[in-house]
């Protein structure tokens, strides 16, 4: 027992941790499989032929590059809307600040159907056709308040002192900015796009309300589920959860040498 209360925190940490890595790794087993039948559900026999032809199953990998370009462009407009958000609110009074401030959660707190039905009525009053541009539209306002809430939290966590120590010494805003603001808030605004990213690609509930008829990459897995899995999609899954790894230990491992370069020897 009392093994048991000194490691607890460590022990449902690491349950907690293969609760979340279970899933990815069942997903990457049967990437590996070769189904007897439609459906990939059940272990057969190891092949790698899904991996030699991931494209091999049609429009598979149509709404995957759709979904990347989706992705992409409403990662660069939530980011862009949402850091400039983010620093007004933190550095700037003005009226309505306070319910500016509130608003920005809602689309966090609410139901993304609810959302989602939301723009889809906005889209219909405006006469709008549904398709590529509504997409990027919702996505971008659904990523929006995440990135805020990311960039806010570094900008209220940087030292002003060290902007005003630029201009001390000569530095226009410009050049404050660039080389001493935006370096300090950038990793709040890395975490916030990397969030938009992995919001805007994954969801499906959004983009099924307001999409018409173009197919994005969970649309696609969610009507093939019904007709039979291909073991593509197992690929597919594996690849972007092995990118994200691989980004993560990256950006640790800069993040090490960096504190290791600003340590004292």
Not at 21 to 48: D, L, M
Request: hydrophobic fraction near 55%; aromatic fraction near 10%; glycine fraction near 6%.
């Amino acid at each position: 027992m009392r093994w048991i209360r000194r490691n607890l925190v460590v022990v449902v940490g690491l349950l907690t941790l293969a609760y979340l890595i279970v899933p990815n790794i069942i997903v990457t087993v049967f990437s590996f499989n070769k189904p007897a039948g439609r459906f990939n559900y059940s272990w057969q026999e190891f092949s790698t032929d899904a991996w030699k032809d991931p494209c091999g199953v049609a429009d598979l990998c149509g709404s995957l590059a759709l979904s990347l370009q989706i992705a992409l462009w409403a990662t660069i407009g939530a980011t862009l809307l949402g850091t400039m958000i983010a620093f007004a609110l933190v550095r700037y009074r003005f009226r309505a600040r306070g319910t500016i401030n509130s608003l920005i959660f809602l689309p966090m707190a609410m139901p993304e159907v609810v959302m989602a039905a939301s723009l889809l009525t906005l889209f219909l009053n405006l006469g709008v056709q549904l398709g590529f541009w509504t997409i990027l539209i919702a996505h971008t306002m659904f990523c929006l308040s995440f990135v805020v809430v990311a960039v806010k939290a570094r900008v209220m966590s940087m030292d002003p002192r060290l902007e005003e120590a630029a201009r001390d010494l000569y530095a226009g805003p410009v050049q404050t900015f660039l080389r001493v603001t935006l370096p300090i808030a950038a990793p709040g605004i890395a975490a916030g796009a990397m969030l938009a990213f992995a919001l805007s690609f994954d969801d499906f509930i959004i983009t099924n309300f307001n999409s018409g008829n173009t197919v994005t990459f969970p649309m696609f897995v969610w009507g093939s589920a019904q007709r039979g899995t291909p073991v593509q999609i197992n690929v597919i899954g594996t690849a972007m959860f092995v990118v994200a790894v691989l980004i993560v230990v990256a950006g640790q491992v800069v993040s090490n040498r960096r504190n290791k370069a600003v340590l004292p020897q």
